[in-house]
C-alpha cells in the first residue's frame, strides 16, 4: 500500500511535531536492459543510498535540532532507525523520526499540524477524514495520554496514515480504526499505571491549587514540565521497536485487504450485495467494540473469523459435520426425486420458507448450500440449525432439530414447505455405506399446505429442469448454465423494478413490460411472483443509484 503512518504530538512550547513516521519502500521494477543483468556495484550503491535514506532526518541542521525537546524527539539523532523486510513482496518498512523524502517531510507536517489543530472530531478524541489531491488524503485519529506533570493532566497524540489513494483510505476506514484503537488503547493503559504510580508518590492536583499564580513564574513552570518524552510517559523501554512493528504490519495488511481485480463488465448484484453486507458487518463491529471498552483479542479474532459467514454457507463448514451430504443439485434431485425435488425448488423460487426438519445437521445445511444457489444472494436469509422455530420474515432457508414442533399457522400455511428426514436402519452404520447413497441411509418426506400447480412454471425452472435431465451436461456446465439464467432474470427485475416502483407506472402498462421481458404465458403467475420476490435482493447500491438518475432527469427540465 502506497501510505505512510506516522505518530504525532502537540508540544506546549513547539506546537504539533511528528515523533515517529513509518513508511514502505517497494523494490524497483527493473528496466528490460536490467532483466537477467546485474550491474556490479549497484547492490552496494544501493546500500548506500539506504543508509543515505535513513539518516537523512537524523543528520538534520543544528537548529531545526535546537528547537526540539524531550516531548519532541523520539529517536537520537545518531539512531539509524528501524528496517523491517517482507520477505514475499520485497517491500521494505522503514521507520524514523520522519520521513526520508524531503516531499513526504512536508506532506506529513502538513497532516500533524492539522490533525492536531483544526481537523478534530467533537471530543476532540476519534477517528477524522481530511485532505485534498496534491496534499494527499490522511485518516487522523486523536487522543490523549495521561501526564502527571501537563497542564489538565494529559497531553495530545494522533496517529496519521497519509495516502493518495482517497477511495482506498476510505474503504480501510473499519479496519484502521479497528486496530488503531488496539495501539491508542495499549499506549493509554501503560500510561495511566504510570500516571497513578506518580501520583501517588507525589499528588500534584493539591499542590496546583494551592500555590500562588504568578505571570512571571508561568513560562517557567511550563517550561519544566514541557518535556516530557512519550518513552517517559509509558516506561516502555522498547516502544519505538514496537510502534515500528506495528505500523509495519498496519501497513501491510491494509494493503493486502482489498486488492484490484479485473473484472468483465459491471459487477453482480450479488457481489454489490455481499459488499454491502461485509461493509455493514465491519462497522457495527467497530460501533460495539467502541461502546464496549478494550476488547480482548480472541474474541475480535473470531469475530472477524465469522465475519461474511451469514451471506452464503459455504461446504467448508459442512465439512465440520460427519456423514454424508449433498454435493449438487442434480445430486439432490436424484435422492429426492424429480417431482419432490421441483415441488421444492418450486418454494425456493417463489421465497417460501424451506424448512428441513432432523438429527443430521451437517446433511441439511449442505442441502441448503445447494439450494441457495438458486437465488441472489440478496434473496437468502438463512439459520442453518436451530433448536427453535423461526418467523419466515427472519429467515427463508431453516435447520431445525427432529424434536422441534412446527406451529399449527406454518403448516397450514402455502407459503412455506417442510422436509422431514427421517433415519434408516443403515443410518446408524453409515460407515459400512458409502457416503454417496443418502437414499439408503435416510428418507425424506415432504409437505406444504400448497395447492397451486407447480409444474407450469417458472420458466426459469422449466429451463433448469432441462439442464438437470441432460445427462452429458456435466455438473461444472449445469452451474454455470444456472448462473447464466439468474443473470437473465435479475436484468429483468431491474427493468421491472425501474418501471414499477422508480416510474411509477400504472398496471396496464407493467403488463406491456412483462410481454417484453417475455415472462407472460404458460406459468405467468409464478414468473411475476419470482421477479417481485427477486426485487427484494437487489442491492442499496442499485437502488440508490436509479433513484439519483430519476431525481437528475426531474431537475434538468427546470434548470
Not at 170 to 194: C, D, E, G, Y
Not at 515 to 521: E, I, R, S
Request: aromatic share 8%; glycine share 6%.
Amino acid at each position: 500500500m502506497n501510505a505512510l503512518v506516522a505518530l504525532c504530538h502537540f508540544c506546549e512550547l513547539h506546537g504539533p511535531r511528528t515523533l515517529f513516521c513509518t513508511e514502505a519502500l517497494h523494490p524497483p521494477s527493473p528496466s528490460p536492459s536490467q532483466v537477467g543483468a546485474a550491474v556490479p556495484g549497484d547492490r552496494d550503491r544501493d546500500g548506500d543510498r539506504e543508509g543515505e535514506g535513513l539518516t537523512m532526518r537524523a543528520n538534520s541542521s543544528a537548529s531545526q535540532r535546537g528547537e526540539m525537546c524531550e516531548g519532541c524527539r523520539s529517536l537520537p539523532a545518531s539512531h539509524p532507525g528501524f528496517v523491517s523486510v517482507d520477505d514475499e513482496t520485497g517491500i521494505r518498512f522503514l521507520s524514523h523520526q520522519h520521513p526520508r523524502q524531503s516531499q513526504l517531510f512536508s506532506v506529513v507536517r502538513q497532516a500533524c499540524v492539522r490533525s492536531l489543530s483544526c481537523e478534530v472530531c467533537p471530543g476532540r478524541e476519534g477517528p477524522i477524514f481530511f485532505g485534498d489531491e496534491q496534499h494527499g488524503f490522511v485518516f487522523s485519529h486523536t487522543f490523549f495520554i495521561k501526564d502527571s506533570l501537563a497542564r489538565g493532566f494529559q497531553r495530545w497524540y494522533s496517529i496519521v496514515m497519509v495516502a493518495m489513494d482517497r477511495i482506498y483510505l476510505i474503504n480501510s476506514w473499519p479496519f484502521l480504526l479497528r486496530h488503531l484503537r488496539l495501539t491508542i488503547q495499549s499506549l493509554q493503559s501503560t500510561a495511566l499505571k504510570v500516571f497513578d504510580n506518580e501520583q501517588g508518590v507525589c499528588p500534584q492536583r493539591a499542590g496546583r491549587m494551592n500555590s500562588v499564580f504568578s505571570p512571571a513564574v508561568f513560562p517557567h513552570q511550563r517550561s519544566g514540565s514541557a518535556a516530557r518524552s512519550l518513552t517517559s510517559l509509558t516506561q516502555h523501554p522498547n516502544l519505538w521497536a514496537s510502534l515500528h512493528s506495528s505500523f509495519s504490519w498496519l501497513l501491510k495488511a491494509c494493503g493486502s485487504r482489498l486488492t484490484e481485480k479485473l473484472l468483465e463488465g459491471a459487477p453482480t448484484e450479488d457481489t454489490l450485495v455481499l459488499k454491502e453486507r461485509q461493509t455493514e458487518q465491519e462497522e457495527e463491529m467497530s460501533c460495539r467494540e467502541g461502546a464496549e471498552g478494550v476488547a480482548s483479542r480472541p474474541q475480535r479474532d473470531q469475530s472477524e473469523s465469522k465475519l461474511g459467514s451469514d451471506f452464503l454457507w459455504d461446504d467448508g463448514q459442512a465439512a465440520e459435520f460427519p456423514g454424508p451430504k449433498f454435493r449438487s443439485l442434480r445430486h439432490l434431485r436424484l435422492v429426492l426425486g424429480a417431482a419432490e425435488f421441483r415441488q421444492l425448488v418450486w418454494h425456493v423460487l417463489m421465497g417460501n420458507q424451506v424448512i428441513w426438519r432432523g438429527a443430521d445437521p451437517g446433511l441439511i445445511q449442505s442441502a441448503f448450500t445447494v439450494l441457495k444457489a438458486l437465488l441472489p444472494v440478496g434473496c437468502v436469509r438463512s439459520i442453518p440449525y436451530s433448536a427453535q422455530y423461526e418467523e419466515a420474515y427472519k429467515c427463508n432457508f431453516l435447520g431445525l432439530s427432529p424434536d422441534v414442533s412446527i406451529p399449527a399457522h406454518v403448516s397450514s400455511s402455502e407459503f412455506s414447505v417442510l422436509v422431514d428426514v427421517v433415519n434408516t436402519e443403515k443410518s446408524c452404520q453409515y460407515s459400512a455405506v458409502s457416503e454417496d447413497d443418502i437414499a439408503s441411509m435416510y428418507h425424506f418426506v415432504s409437505s406444504s399446505a400448497n395447492v397451486q400447480p407447480t409444474d407450469k412454471g417458472p420458466m426459469l425452472l422449466n429451463k433448469l429442469e432441462v439442464a438437470l435431465s441432460n445427462e452429458n451436461l456435466s455438473v461444472d456446465v449445469v452451474s454455470h448454465c444456472l448462473l447464466c439464467l439468474k443473470e437473465e432474470w435479475m436484468n429483468k427485475v431491474k427493468v421491472l423494478f425501474k418501471f414499477s416502483k422508480v416510474d411509477g407506472r400504472e398496471r396496464d402498462d407493467t403488463q406491456k413490460v412483462l410481454v417484453v421481458l417475455g415472462a407472460t404465458g404458460p406459468g405467468e403467475d409464478d414468473n411475476v411472483r419470482l421477479l417481485k420476490f427477486w426485487m427484494t435482493g437487489l442491492s442499496k447500491t442499485y437502488k440508490s443509484h436509479l433513484m439519483t438518475a430519476v431525481r437528475g432527469v426531474e431537475r434538468s427540465p427546470s434548470q
